[in-house]
Structure formats: C-alpha cells, structure tokens
C-alpha cells in the first residue's frame, strides 16, 4: 500500500485501487463549485483539485487509451475538463477572459445559475448581481404601472 500513495497523488488507504474513472458527470460540479465561490474559474484549478480524486488511467498521457481507442497526448482528466468547460462555453454560462485565461459565469442562463446556488445553498458571485442589475431582463418593464396593479 506504501507504493500506492507515490503512484496516486494524496490517496491513501484501501480505496486508492478501487477509484473509478472520471465522467463530465464527476468533473462538472467541480467546476461549478469554483464557479459559484470566485464567479470565475481557471483550467489548472480544476485539474489541481481533480487530481487527488482520480485513477491512474484517468492521468496518464502518451499512450494508447484503451478507452477511446486512440493514441492520446492529453490525459483523460484534460479530455472530460475540456469537454465540460466547453459545455458551458457554447451553453453560454461562462465566457473565456483571454487576458486573464479565465472562464467567467455570465448572467445569460441565470436559472440555471440559480438552480446550482439553491441545490447548494450557495451564494450568488458578487459580479453576477452587479451584471443582472444592469441588464434589462431583471428590470420590471416600464409600462408596468406596480402602483396601480396593487388595486
């Protein structure tokens, strides 16, 4: 067991054999968690906190994957964070800030942000409200008259 602890980084005890391999199901809430703390997250991030939680297979590089069935040069670990980042990217709940190489939360599909921070009882990120208070869509439209409706 001592010579499981250098080959799976931070994993001890009986279950460093028995970790699965990663889904997008599995690296998903890692992001979001990262997401919902700073409002914004970066690839090295997720892949550092990933890390301790995965199955060799999952981190090795330069070798056929059985898997897949292919010659990879990334690991699996980089395939399922791409594949997640990307998800969120083209679902328009974050956007990439090249300058910052970060991937930021948008207020575009904000009921689905809402839905993660209820699940979670989690904090809304302070620059997604100053965002919604900004946008038209969370503004109660002008030829509302809330006086008189009351009536």
């Not at 069935?69 to 594949?83: I, M, P, S, V």
């Not at 302070?126 to 008259?145: A, F, G, K, N």
Request: glycine share 6%.
């Amino acid at each position: 067991m001592e010579n499981a602890r250098h080959e799976v980084p931070s994993s001890v005890g009986v279950f460093a054999d028995e970790m699965p391999l990663l889904t997008t199901a599995q690296v998903r809430p890692y992001v979001i968690a990262t997401l919902l703390h700073r409002g914004a997250v970066r690839y090295s991030e997720v892949l550092a906190s990933l890390t301790p939680h995965c199955n060799m297979s999952d981190l090795k590089t330069g070798g056929w994957d059985p898997l897949d069935g292919e010659w990879c040069e990334e690991t699996r670990l980089e395939k399922l964070l791409d594949e997640v980042l990307g998800e969120f990217t083209s679902e328009g709940l974050v956007r990439y800030n090249e300058e910052q190489d970060l991937w930021v939360l948008t207020a575009k599909h904000i009921s689905t942000v809402i839905s993660w921070v209820a699940s979670l009882g989690a904090k809304m990120p302070s620059h997604l409200l100053t965002e919604m208070s900004r946008e038209q869509i969370c503004r109660i439209p002008d030829y509302i008259d809330i006086e008189n409706e009351s009536t």
